[in-house]
């Protein structure tokens, strides 16, 4: 069985746009409430274009270029929010051995850059998966 556990940067994530967007972040949170219930939808937390043609409520991808490096990084697009013109991320990690799910970082994805190592979210995602693998 999956199980989905939630950072506490990621919760200070939340709570954090909780002060300039109440309705996202509850929709958010509603969200990350209804995973853990929900085995489909955590199956489908691996499952790359998961949702690209908008069927699904979330759409997957992997953070390819950690991928490549070996790091089981992903990230969650909620198309709900994407419809009202607000673009949220989801990051997470997947540890496989324990099939447990790991939210790290929620960002608006104008604050993410997926190309750069030093940037600072990327950095403190890195180190909170660095965290859970050791």
Not at 4 to 12: H, N, Q, R, S
Not at 45 to 55: A, N, Y
Not at 69 to 78: T, Y
Request: no cysteine; proline share 4%.
């Amino acid at each position: 069985m999956y199980k989905l556990f939630i950072d506490d940067d990621a919760l200070a994530d939340l709570e954090q746009l909780r002060r300039t967007d109440p309705v996202t972040a509850d929709e958010i949170l509603v969200l990350l409430q209804e995973l853990p219930s929900d085995q489909y939808l955590l199956n489908a937390l691996t499952i790359d274009h998961f949702g690209d043609d908008k069927s699904e409520r979330i759409q997957v991808r992997k953070w390819g270029r950690l991928w490549r490096a070996g790091l089981d990084l992903w990230r969650v697009k909620p198309w709900g929010l994407v419809d009202r013109g607000i673009q949220i991320r989801i990051f997470y990690a997947y540890i496989i051995p324990q099939r447990h799910y790991y939210v790290l970082a929620i960002a608006r994805r104008k604050d993410v850059d997926y190309d750069d190592p030093d940037h600072p979210l990327t950095k403190r995602i890195l180190r909170a998966y660095r965290n859970l693998a050791s």
